[in-house]
């Protein structure tokens, strides 16, 4: 089981950018996937998230501006990013309802920065 996050960089302010999750190991299309973050010297904070039906919760400081989206036929999840602000520079993390507890990936560093 695991999963492999890609995409992350440096972007300014206002800028856009989408992260992807490649996934193995596991009935991709039957889990519930998420995206997480954490930013320098806080905790890790949920982003949103994408259940197998396709419904699609996301937390509020990015809702309208980022698109959870999965491609079920090459088990990959993606996080369009767009509007960047600063306070969005993190690590982004996806996680996976598989095995006992779930799993999480490497992370992927997102920096916003002019």
């Known amino acids: 089981v695991q999963l492999v996050e890609s995409g992350g960089g440096l972007v300014q302010p206002g800028g856009s950018l989408r992260i992807s999750c490649a996934a193995s190991g596991f009935t991709f299309s039957s889990a519930t996937l998420n995206w997480y973050r954490q930013a320098p010297e806080k905790t890790r904070e949920w982003v949103a998230g994408?259940?197998?039906?396709?419904?699609?919760p996301y937390a509020n400081s990015v809702k309208g501006r980022f698109t959870i989206s999965r491609d079920n036929a090459k088990n990959m999840l993606y996080l369009q990013m767009n509007n960047l602000k600063s306070e969005d520079t993190a690590v982004y993390y996806c996680?996976?309802?598989?095995?006992?507890?779930?799993?999480w990936g490497q992370g992927t560093t997102v920096t916003v920065s002019s």
């Open positions: 994408i259940t197998p039906g396709g419904k699609t």
């Open positions: 996680w996976a309802s598989a095995g006992a507890s779930g799993v």
